[in-house]
């Protein structure tokens, strides 16, 4: 079976641009990642997403998913838990490890849900 597979335009428009601040990503007091490199992901109406390079996370406390997901836009996605202590916050974590070309400035990030973790930037998100 074929993906279908989307280009970016003035229907759906993604743009990915750098952070200018620093970027702090935990679980409760516990710092999963930190980087002044992350990427800000704009897609349509949806809210902004920060994407963090792998190098910047603790993957100490990633473990592989089984899951993926795939969107036309951007490719497939594979998914990290993220185990802090006893806490497993399941596919908390996502990563396009070969983005499609739009969105070819993610390939080495990934973005983490929000409701499972704390993101705190010090640059503002418009």
């Known amino acids: 079976m074929t993906r279908q597979r989307l280009q970016p335009g003035h229907d759906h428009p993604i743009t990915v641009s750098p952070d200018d601040g620093r970027v702090v990503v935990r679980v409760g007091e516990v710092v999963v990642a930190d980087t002044t490199s992350a990427k800000i992901l704009r897609e349509a109406a949806y809210p902004p997403v920060h994407y963090i390079p792998l190098d ?7 473990r592989d998913s089984a899951t993926t997901t795939y969107c036309p836009y951007k490719g497939e996605a594979n998914y990290y838990d993220l185990v802090v202590g ?16 739009a969105v070819a400035p993610i390939a080495g990030h990934v973005a983490f849900y929000p409701d499972r973790v ?3 930037t010090d640059a503002a998100v418009t």
């Open 118 to 120: 704390r993101v705190t």
């Open 86 to 101: 006893e806490e497993v916050a399941a596919d908390a974590i996502w990563v396009y490890r070969e983005p499609y070309d």
């Open 56 to 62: 910047d996370v603790d993957r100490t406390l990633l």
